[in-house]
């Protein structure tokens, strides 16, 4: 399990001084790139082979508030991968108390937007 630690600042909070809903996608995302680069992908190399990650599919369940200044901790696992999906489960944490729970699944395609396999330290991890 990949566990990357974020803040909440100002600038994430809605007007009642709560995160903006569409931040928790943001957060995820930094973990997810950040969980990638940590196994050796490197997102700036498949680029300028010509592929790249597409989120395909985000299934979201908000369950409580995180609101300005909170530390959280954002935990990603594999749930399952085949030779051209990924699916992971995500979740956001504050202290030991889940906030927002995802089930994500990405896929690689050309700069054309033609289906790829997933790079093999990826397709390793089934």
């Known amino acids: 399990m990949h566990r ?3 803040r909440v600042y100002y600038e994430d909070t809605d007007m009642g001084g709560v995160v903006y809903y569409a931040n928790y996608l943001r957060f995820i995302e930094r973990a997810r790139s ?3 680069r940590n196994l050796g992908n490197d997102q700036n190399a498949m680029r300028a082979d010509g592929l790249i990650w597409v989120v395909q599919r985000v ?13 959280l901790l954002i935990e990603t696992e594999v749930l399952k991968v085949s030779p051209a ?18 089930k994500v699944t990405v896929a690689c395609v050309t700069a054309e937007g033609k289906p790829r396999r997933l790079p093999a330290e990826i397709r390793a991890l089934s």
Not at 59 to 71: K, M, N, S, V
């Open 4 to 6: 990357f630690p974020i």
């Open 34 to 36: 950040d969980w990638v």
């Open 59 to 71: 299934e979201a369940d908000y369950r409580l508030p995180a609101r300005f200044d909170d530390e």
């Open 85 to 102: 999906r990924l699916i992971m489960g995500q979740r956001v944490m504050r202290a030991e108390v889940e906030i927002f729970r995802a």
